[in-house]
């Protein structure tokens, strides 16, 4: 049966999730999730785009992009994954498949949800267990907004600068949204999907 084509958005927004085949880890090491890291970014000289958020979990990882173009979304990830398997494979001495089927792509229709997309996916660490404070947790985005850490893969979102009238109000502001927990956390909001299903 034939795969379904991805659909371009008009507004270019996605939250993207790659999976590790049979949920098997991605990422053993540092180097690992910073040689992922560093073949998204490689790919902006061959395709315009946008990364406002970003978690890299041991099995999958969650990204927020806007795409400028069909090409982008469609090509981006996929050459990403297809380059980081032959390393994966390599480095690991590994035989089958490192991803689960291809990458997931949700779109996100309207820019009023993208600090909800973000929110999400940086709380990730949290909701699995693996810290007890987002802080810790080395392979996010979240550092960049709570705390202006240097991350040179993010472009801001641009709803971040409506959080606060300086840097230090949005760090806070930021680290309040994602701090605070809600009843129910499936992402489940107008205008979003639930990438858990």
């Not at 902006?44 to 958020?53: A, G, R």
Request: proline share 6%; hydrophobic share 30%.
């Amino acid at each position: 049966m034939p795969r379904k084509p991805r659909v371009f958005t008009e507004s270019g927004l996605y939250h993207v999730i790659v999976r590790g085949n049979n949920r098997q880890n991605l990422f053993h090491v540092p180097e690992d999730f910073e040689t992922y890291l560093n073949l998204i970014q490689k790919m902006k000289s061959d395709y315009p785009f946008h990364l406002y958020h970003y978690c890299l979990m041991t099995n999958h990882a969650h990204f927020c992009f806007k795409f400028m173009s069909e090409e982008a979304l469609r090509k981006v990830m996929q050459r990403v994954n297809i380059t980081y398997a032959k390393r994966f494979k390599k480095r690991y001495s590994y035989v089958g498949h490192v991803f689960q089927d291809r990458f997931k792509s949700f779109p996100i229709e309207e820019e009023s949800y993208l600090l909800e997309c973000g929110r999400y996916i940086e709380r990730n660490p949290l909701k699995a267990g693996m810290v007890h404070h987002l802080k810790d947790y080395l392979w996010s985005s979240y550092p960049y907004y709570a705390y202006a850490k240097s991350d040179p893969f993010i472009t801001e979102n641009p709803l971040y600068q409506n959080l606060g009238a300086d840097l230090e109000e949005r760090q806070l502001r930021y680290r309040e949204y994602l701090e605070v927990n809600r009843p129910y956390e499936n992402f489940i909001v107008e205008g979003l999907h639930d990438p858990l299903t």
